[in-house]
């Protein structure tokens, strides 16, 4: 099993954090270690990151090593900074408000034995016909580029 890091730009997510903790908590097996990397934010992110990772998650029940770091607002710029910081074999690269198929590091895991990089299918949630097809075609481009 690969040992993976999940790398997250967080800039004014707090509507988002706890299904995102909930989700990657929840994923079996799992991953090595969780890198939140705020950039700025100015909502209650921070407060909601260092309480989750501080009083939610005892240290005699950890099972991922999470982490909070800080950089300049960019979503390149948090990415390469949660990058510096990670020691996983595989570095998987998450939007705050995305969740992750509760079999994602096992399929991470395969894929990585058969190439150098990969990605899941979109799926939006909502109701709308028209945004049922945009994720469709977003998975469509993905496969073809």
Do not use: C, Y
């Not at 079996?28 to 969780?34: A, E, L, R």
């Not at 260092?50 to 300049?72: A, G, H, V």
């Amino acid at each position: 099993m690969a040992k993976v890091s999940i790398i997250i730009p967080v800039l004014n997510e707090a509507d988002n954090l706890p299904l995102l903790f909930d989700n990657i908590n929840r994923l079996n097996p799992k991953p090595q270690q969780v890198i939140l990397v705020d950039g700025g934010s100015n909502d209650d992110s921070i407060a909601m990151i260092r309480s989750f990772i501080n009083e939610l998650m005892p240290d005699n029940d950890r099972k991922i090593d999470w982490q909070m770091t800080e950089s300049k607002a960019g979503r390149a710029l948090q990415m390469n900074t949660g990058a510096a910081l990670a020691t996983g074999e595989v570095l998987l690269f998450l939007h705050a408000d995305t969740q992750l198929p509760l079999h994602a590091i096992d399929s991470v895991s395969k894929a990585m034995k058969r190439a150098e990089w990969g990605r899941f299918d979109v799926q939006i949630a909502s109701r709308q016909p028209t945004l049922r097809l945009v994720s469709q075609m977003i998975n469509w481009r993905s496969r073809l580029s």
